[in-house]
């Protein structure tokens, strides 16, 4: 796994303090990006939260996320968490250090008081004294929340005081771009009063492996939700039920449980599952197994393999402003695209951090995440793989009704094409995973060969046969 280190210079520790007027919960920012441009230290909010206690233990599960591996939990894994301000609300979010549980904390206006969000994303430091602090947290006395520098320490800051520096794996940022891929494609499943999502929640095995024989499933049955062990209609996948501990911290406040997943078709399924909370949400989104982090689920490799979905990208990254919810048709009539290669353009913008997705607005959200933009495409195995095939001339596309060949080490492959889409191919990752897991890279290098993208080769109807260096398969 390729790994990079993230350097995250704050001015100063962040801390929950007391002072005559109340608490201060002071987060403090590392570099990030906001309307104005780059930033040292970016400056959110500063004003109250409505539900104090209930947003430190929300801030807490996210923090937990990011400091827990679900699966081979051999090293300690902890970065901080983003947080973005969306001008009407802050997003606070974070990925396991496996890569198979995305977290992310919504504190809505009605959460928050007393003055206006700021736009921008960047991370918060979330460190072990101030985790203590939280948890030691109790009552609801009013809560001073500061997103950023004091307005004093803006001009006066002479360097940062606190650095930390984290590995970075390059699959924990692929996580970002498949975790919206999935989202997208959700629909709400199942809603449970407070009451039955306590009991639900509390009933799950919290044992890893405890539900070894496969994935566990839950339907709706009354107002509750009933496990199966078959994806019955109307069932959500939940991979590793013990990946949602990091609910309980905020269950005692919950006002109501939501599930959102797919259409099931057989396999196990991502799905995502969001607490309801006073002026706030709180979601865990989980791969389709525990074993399985976002990173390979390979939902981004489309846009990723096609010029056209590259220019669209560029064209609709200018209209982003830190909107809390994209319009598709709104952004399709600015950008003069339709809506479909405005969300292929979406996804590809997902692949660099610049757009999430929310389940419960069932809409893209605009962010910009501190880290290298191109990095997760560069490094993603399949995506090079491709673009290998291809400038080596490894791609013979044959007239329309016939298979296209690849060939790849000593093997050549058929890839069958019908009206712009894969069908399917010969090797073996597509008869494991059938395009459930995205297209294999033949299938991709295929796909950029009609397109003509990112190499010579063209849709001429046939072409050269080369072998690949290095004998990728």
Request: charged share 20%.
């Amino acid at each position: 796994m390729t790994r990079s280190v993230q350097a995250l210079a704050y001015s100063r520790p962040s801390a929950l303090e007391s002072s005559g007027a109340g608490r201060l919960l002071g987060l403090e920012t590392s570099g990030g990006l906001t309307p104005a441009g780059a930033e040292a230290h970016p400056r959110f909010f500063a004003g109250f939260l409505t539900s104090p206690q209930i947003a430190a233990r929300g801030l807490l599960a996210v923090a937990d996320v990011a400091a827990a591996r679900y699966y081979q939990r051999l090293r300690p894994a902890s970065l901080d968490p983003v947080v973005t301000g969306n001008g009407d609300r802050l997003r606070f979010e974070s990925f396991s250090g496996c890569g198979g549980v995305y977290a992310r904390l919504d504190v809505l206006s009605e959460g928050l008081d007393g003055a206006a969000t700021g736009h921008g994303t960047t991370n918060v430091d979330v460190n072990n004294p101030l985790r203590e602090a939280l948890s030691r947290l109790t009552g609801d006395d009013p809560l001073h929340l500061r997103v950023g520098p004091e307005e004093m320490a803006v001009t006066t800051l002479g360097g940062a005081v606190v650095e930390k520096k984290v590995p970075l794996p390059d699959r924990w940022l692929r996580g970002f771009a498949e975790a919206q891929v999935a989202c997208a494609g959700f629909d709400l499943r199942a809603e449970l009063s407070a009451a039955e999502a306590v009991r639900f929640l509390r009933a799950l095995p919290r044992t890893p492996g405890a539900t070894a024989r496969g994935p566990l499933w839950v339907a709706p049955a009354g107002r509750t939700l009933r496990p199966t062990t078959r994806p019955v209609p109307g069932a959500v996948c939940l991979p590793g039920p013990e990946r949602l501990v990091a609910l309980q911290r905020v269950l005692r406040h919950a006002t109501a449980l939501r599930v959102y997943g797919p259409v099931p078709d057989g396999a196990a399924t991502a799905s995502a599952w969001e607490v309801a909370l006073p002026g706030m949400r709180l979601t865990l989104t989980l791969s389709p197994d525990a074993s399985r982090g976002f990173s390979g689920e390979g939902g981004v490799l489309e846009a990723l393999a096609t010029q056209e979905a590259a220019e669209d990208a560029e064209l609709v990254s200018v209209l982003l402003a830190w909107e809390p919810r994209i319009d598709l048709a709104d952004l399709a009539a600015q950008a003069g695209l339709p809506v479909e290669r405005v969300r292929a353009a979406l996804t590809r913008l997902g692949t660099a951090g610049r757009v999430g997705y929310d389940v419960a607005d069932a809409a893209y959200f605009h962010r910009e995440l501190p880290y290298d933009a191109d990095r997760a495409e560069r490094h993603n195995p399949r995506l090079v793989a491709a673009r290998a095939l291809v400038s080596s001339g490894a791609v013979e596309l044959l007239p329309d009704g016939e298979p296209a060949l690849v060939t790849s080490g000593e093997r050549r492959y058929q890839v069958r094409w019908s009206e712009g889409r894969v069908l399917g191919c010969t090797c073996r990752w597509w008869a494991d995973y059938r395009g459930r897991r995205g297209p294999c890279k033949h299938a991709l290098a295929v796909r950029m060969a009609r397109r003509g993208a990112g190499s010579p080769v063209g849709d001429r109807g046939t072409g050269g046969v080369a072998a690949v260096a290095g004998g990728a398969r």
